[in-house]
């Protein structure tokens, strides 16, 4: 499987930091980065009193790249 702006896609939760969340999409080994803009609900609570690392969440991926090492990259929003 390809991630590709637009996708819409279920990644585990990695790491959680006050400006976002790094997530990582098993299936082609993506790590994902989510702004903490991005994610719903944010404002009213922090992140790490909303979610916990392993969680599942499903993000819309905004934009791939690929590292210079061959690993990709991937931004996306949270849609729920």
């Known amino acids: 499987m390809n991630l590709n702006s637009g996708s819409i896609v279920l ?3 990695t790491q959680i930091e006050t400006y976002g969340l790094f997530l990582e999409h098993e ?4 790590r994902i980065f989510v702004h903490v803009s ?3 609900g944010s ?6 009193e909303k979610m916990t690392v392993g969680e599942s969440l499903e993000v819309q991926i ?8 061959g690993t990709k990259e991937a931004l996306a929003m949270a849609t729920k």
């Open 11 to 13: 990644a585990k939760i």
């Open 27 to 30: 299936n082609t080994a993506t």
């Open 38 to 40: 991005d994610v719903p």
């Open 43 to 48: 404002k009213e609570s922090s992140l790490s």
């Open 62 to 69: 905004l934009q791939v790249a690929e590292t210079k090492e």
